[in-house]
């Protein structure tokens, strides 16, 4: 198959659902997730990303108190949380040959806490179909979240000892792309992504909106 035609068919990846902690490690709230695509070619090749949120709905203005005393019953209990998925759109991108692009998503301080993102993302990827995996040559991808601080953006007071050492860092050196702190529990890399499978019992919709490339 030529290159031509490959890119003709797009394909569906996806990081699976993966909880965001309220804290990084740096005790500070993650608020951005980062999606960073890669073209590893001569060519242009396009994407389009989707973000899922499945969120728990806290009160207005609630934010996250000390850690509870376990109890000597706790570890014979299994909570269930049920939440309904939203999703947004991180847009149509065309990515350059032999460049990155990063897509950077920020929420309010707190928002991500204890919520279950997934990423899935349609365009030029590698997929050996006998497999049903995504290889590498085309599109790669992965991502992760974390901390930014945008005190225009985010409304959500931190705790002072946070804002003082933000405050006294922004002196030297200030950027708003990027991250301050990740949180490497939510990265998922490149070969963690799989192929998002079209079955033949799929319903009308999802068949009608395969024959299309996006």
Known sequence: M????????????????FLVPFLTPGYVPNNRIVVTIKNPTHKKLSVLVTLGICKECPQAGWQPS?????????????????????????????????????????????????????V????DF??????????GGLLEISSVVGFIWLPLVNTITLPDYVTANLQQAA????????????DPSTFVPF????????????????????????
């Open 66 to 118: 000390p850690a509870p005393v376990p109890s000597p019953n706790s570890t014979q209990c299994v909570d269930t949380i049920k939440t309904s998925e939203k999703e947004i759109s991180l847009g149509f991108h065309h990515v350059d040959p032999m460049s990155c692009l990063r897509i950077e998503k920020t929420f309010d301080y707190y928002y991500l806490g204890n919520t279950v993102l997934r």
């Open 171 to 182: 002196l030297q050196y200030y950027n708003n792309n990027g991250l301050d702190v990740a």
């Open 2 to 17: 030529s290159s031509s035609a490959h890119h003709k068919k797009k394909e569906t990846v996806t990081s699976g659902p």
């Open 191 to 214: 070969g963690d992504y799989v192929v998002v499978k079209k079955h033949a019992n799929s319903d009308s919709s999802s068949s009608s909106s395969s024959s299309s490339d996006y």
């Open 120 to 123: 899935e993302a349609k365009g």
């Open 126 to 135: 590698n997929v050996d179909h006998e497999c049903n995996t995504l290889l």
